[in-house]
C-alpha cells in the first residue's frame, strides 16, 4: 500500500467520523432558526409586561427581599416543613371528611325539621328581652334564687315527693265545687260517719303536723 493509497484511507474514516457532527450542526441549525421567532416574542412579551411593573419595580426592594430571605432560610424551612404536615394532615383527613360531613349536615338538617334552631332563635329573643329589663345586680339575684329552686326540685323529685305531687294533682278533677253545700256542726258530725271523710280528716292531721317544720326553719 502507497503513501496515497493510505491518505485517502484516513481521509474516508475522518468523513465518516465528522458527518454525524455535521449533521447534528446541520439540526441544532435548523432549530435555532426555528426557536428565534419565539424566542423573540418571549423577550418583547417579558419586556411589555415589566413595563407595567417598571416604575414600581426598585432594585434596591429585590436587594432587600434577597438579603431578608437569606437571614429567614431557618424560618421558611420550617414553614415549608409545617405546609408538608399540614398537607399530610389534609390527606389523613380527606377521607374522614367525606364521611362526617354529610352526615353533619344530615344531623343540622334533622335539627332544622324539628323546629331546634327556631326554639334557639326564641331563646335569644327572651334573653334579650330579659336584658333589656333587668340589670346585671337584679340577674345575679335572679340567679342565687334560681340556686335555691334547684334544691327545692331536687326535694321534689324524690319518689315519695313525686308520688305525693301526682296524688295530689287528681283532685282538682276529683272535687264537685259545684255540688258543695253549706254545712254547720251538725252537718260536720253526721258527715263524720263517711269512711273518706275519716282518712282525709286523718291526712289533713299528718299534713298540720308536717306544717311545722316552717315554724322550725324560721326560727
Aim: net charge negative; hydrophobic share 50%.
Amino acid at each position: 500500500m502507497n503513501n496515497e493509497q493510505l491518505i485517502w484511507e484516513r481521509l474516508d474514516a475522518l468523513e465518516k467520523q465528522v458527518a454525524p457532527l455535521a449533521e447534528s450542526a446541520r439540526s441544532l441549525g435548523e432549530l435555532r432558526e426555528d426557536l428565534a421567532p419565539r424566542v423573540n416574542e418571549a423577550v418583547q412579551a417579558l419586556i411589555a409586561e415589566l413595563a407595567d411593573v417598571e416604575a414600581d419595580f426598585q432594585l434596591e426592594d429585590l436587594l432587600f427581599l434577597i438579603k431578608k430571605a437569606m437571614r429567614n432560610v431557618n424560618n421558611l424551612s420550617f414553614t415549608l416543613d409545617q405546609l408538608k404536615n399540614l398537607i399530610d394532615f389534609a390527606l389523613t383527613a380527606e377521607p374522614l371528611l367525606k364521611s362526617s360531613v354529610p352526615q353533619m349536615i344530615f344531623y343540622l338538617d334533622d335539627l332544622e325539621q324539628k323546629g331546634v334552631f327556631r326554639i334557639l332563635n326564641t331563646a335569644l329573643d327572651v334573653l334579650k328581652k330579659i336584658g333589656e329589663t333587668y340589670t346585671a345586680e337584679d340577674m345575679a339575684q335572679i340567679g342565687d334564687g334560681m340556686v335555691r329552686l334547684m334544691g327545692v326540685v331536687q326535694k321534689l323529685s324524690t319518689p315519695e315527693a313525686v308520688d305525693f305531687l301526682d296524688k295530689a294533682a287528681e283532685l282538682p278533677a276529683r272535687v264537685d265545687i259545684a255540688g258543695a253545700k253549706a254545712m254547720g256542726p251538725i252537718g260536720m258530725l253526721m258527715a263524720m260517719g263517711s269512711r273518706q271523710a275519716r282518712e282525709g280528716l286523718g291526712v289533713l292531721l299528718e299534713l298540720t303536723k308536717s306544717l311545722a317544720v316552717l315554724k322550725e326553719q324560721s326560727v
